[in-house]
T-cell receptor
Framework: GEDVEQSLFLSVREGDSSVINCTYT??????LYWYKQEPGAGLQLLTY?????DMKQDQRLTVLLNKKDKHLSLRIADTQTGDSAIYFC????????????FGTGTKLQVIP | GAVVSQHPSRVICKSGTSVKIECRSL??????MFWYRQFPKQSLMLMAT?????????EQGVEKDKFLINHASLTLSTLTVTSAHPEDSSFYIC????????????FGPGTRLTVL
């Protein structure tokens, strides 16, 4: 089956850049997503990238996609304490009903 | 746009009772809704996918008689946990999409279920 892996934890200082990495196995992925989950809350869609793109930038967020290596990353510039949360990458398998497989989640801790 | 709500946000119930969780798309019509379960410090596990007016498609290992899903309208899906037991305690999250094979899912805020 499809697999999406992330490192479990990342700690950065406020003002630094954060880079959260994700690897996936399904080569037929069409969309790849980054979601943010704050404690006790649902998931907030941060950004997504279509599989034929290499990069997408949206304000402080930069998504890089290396389709050959099946590697996705999310860079958060000027990380703030409000960015502390769990970040999930996810891929949309093209196997009907928009089934999305989520990664294991990376907990980002921002140190003031 | 694309706001999804869930009700209740938290529920505590006794073992053996049934609990209904509602998922609503507030400002769009959701052709497809999804129900996920999230264990503490873990990722989301897809339980089932439902299309309006059709029976839900359950993922392998999810008991359809235990987790009843109804998607009666384009803005409402319900998940009923029947005869709940402590092991059913979890965070249940729904998502909704407008439709189309690759449409983005918008997530509800989740429901924390605790079964005593």
């Amino acid at each position: 089956g499809e697999d999406v892996e992330q490192s479990l934890f990342l700690s950065v200082r406020e003002g630094d850049s954060s880079v959260i990495n994700c690897t996936y196995t399904d080569s037929s992925s069409t969309y790849l997503y980054w979601y943010k989950q704050e404690p006790g809350a649902g998931l907030q869609l941060l950004t997504y990238i279509f599989s034929n793109m290499d990069m997408k930038q949206d304000q402080r967020l930069t998504v890089l996609l290396n389709k050959k290596d099946k590697h996705l990353s999310l860079r958060i510039a000027d990380t703030q304490t409000g960015d502390s949360a769990i970040y999930f990458c996810a891929e949309n398998n093209s196997g009907g009903y928009q089934k999305v497989t989520f990664g294991t989640g990376t907990k980002l801790q921002v140190i003031p | 746009g694309a706001v999804v709500s869930q009700h209740p946000s938290r529920v505590i119930c006794k073992s053996g009772t049934s609990v209904k969780i509602e998922c609503r798309s507030l400002d769009f019509q959701a052709t497809t809704m999804f129900w996920y379960r999230q264990f503490p410090k873990q990722s989301l596990m897809l339980m089932a996918t439902s299309n309006e007016g059709s029976k839900a498609t359950y993922e392998q290992g999810v008991e359809k008689d235990k987790f009843l899903i109804n998607h009666a309208s384009l803005t409402l899906s319900t998940l009923t946990v029947t005869s709940a037991h402590p092991e059913d305690s979890s965070f249940y999250i729904c998502s909704a999409s407008r439709g189309g094979s690759l449409d983005t899912q918008y997530f509800g805020p989740g429901t924390r279920l605790t079964v005593l």
